[in-house]
């Protein structure tokens, strides 16, 4: 009864703004794409160098990556997920809010808090992480320990992967869509797997920071801040840095409980080096976000929460944290994909300036 109530008092705020849900997909995700993923997958399973280092994925799970309708049922099965490691329901209902701002907030109301999640910060993440997972490169070894190749696919030139980046990012900023830009060309099986694995920690994440202004109490105070969007003046909760800290510290213990215990196979590893990249992937693109706003466009206004703490100081304290329950090694994939993620971001911020005239 109090999510259904939360449910209500949602719609009766999409109402009140006079808003309609946008659509996540302009033909990047429909149901022939989700076919394709699907047989790739299937052909996949048939090949037993890639089969052993990447879980199976179900149809469900392929189709929930993003289908081309609202993503509320992508909402409610991260929340369902979360509330079940918990082993309890809080008054709390994840929803989807296109306020164009690359962050979620906590909209009070009489049944307990909505958690607004921007429509464009989900699209955004999922097409950074189709992006970059297509550009990376993969060892997968025979049983000799030689390295043998992933099933052949169109390998996307580098500077092309910079000009699509680009092309997202100023389309997100420009627009609150990132959907504007020309759809990927297809990835390999194993390619697929890593990066459906890293867009669902990296948009998980967020959930669980807010998860963690609930447990840590945030959500009780009764300061309230005016977030202003463009869909009209939104009355927030208001949180400090060092409450933003700490919600980043409980996502931590939030995150923790939802990785595997015992490492006994390459899938399980996978799920770990996945949800340990999630966190960082979003920092660093919150930085990419905020140099490309103030750098290259040269505006005064951050498409980021003033609230927050610098992603950088954000990911020291991740970091810190997470290595106090997991082994260094947890770290290992999370490295080099954030090497090759902030180099990627740099040349980003270099091809905008000179391609943009201030």
Request: glycine share 4%; aromatic share 8%.
């Amino acid at each position: 009864m109090p999510k259904q109530q939360l449910r209500i008092e949602y719609l009766r705020l999409l109402e009140r703004f006079h808003l309609t849900l946008p659509k996540c997909s302009n033909g990047e995700r429909d149901d022939a794409d989700i076919q394709i993923m699907l047989s790739e997958m299937d052909s996949a399973a048939k090949i037993e160098d890639t089969a052993s280092i990447v879980p199976n994925l179900s149809a469900d799970e392929l189709r929930s990556l993003r289908t081309g309708t609202e993503l509320q049922d992508v909402l409610d099965r991260y929340s369902e997920e979360i509330e079940q490691s918990m082993r309890r329901e809080v008054p709390v209902y994840v929803a989807e809010f296109p306020t164009g701002e690359f962050n979620a907030m906590a909209y009070p109301v009489p049944a307990g808090t909505l958690i607004l999640v921007n429509t464009g910060l989900m699209m955004l993440v999922y097409r950074v992480c189709k992006i970059v997972s297509q550009s990376i490169n993969i060892a997968i070894m025979d049983a000799a320990g030689n390295p043998k190749h992933d099933p052949p696919f169109q390998e996307t030139p580098y500077e092309l992967v910079v000009e699509q980046l680009a092309e997202c990012v100023l389309s997100y900023l420009h627009y609150g869509n990132p959907w504007t830009t020309p759809r990927n060309s297809a990835m390999s099986p194993a390619k697929s797997v890593i990066f459906g694995g890293i867009v669902q920690a990296t948009e998980k994440f967020v959930l669980l920071h807010e998860y963690g202004h609930f447990f840590a109490g945030h959500f009780n105070t009764p300061k309230k801040m005016i977030h202003k969007t463009h869909v009209g003046a939104v009355n927030v909760i208001a949180k400090s840095y060092d409450e933003e800290t700490r919600a980043d510290l409980t996502a931590c213990l939030l995150l923790v409980p939802s990785t595997p215990k015992v490492i006994d196979d390459h899938p399980k590893l996978f799920a770990l080096h996945a949800s340990v990249t999630g966190p960082f992937l979003f920092f660093a693109l919150d930085e990419l976000i905020s140099k490309v706003t103030v750098e290259v466009l040269n505006l005064d206004c951050i498409p980021i929460s003033p609230t927050h703490p610098p992603s950088s100081k954000r990911a020291q304290i991740v970091h810190y944290a997470l290595k106090q329950h997991m082994p260094e090694t947890a770290f290992d994939f999370a490295q080099s994909f954030l090497e090759h993620f902030e180099k990627l971001a740099n040349d980003v911020v270099l091809f905008l300036r000179s391609k943009i005239k201030r």
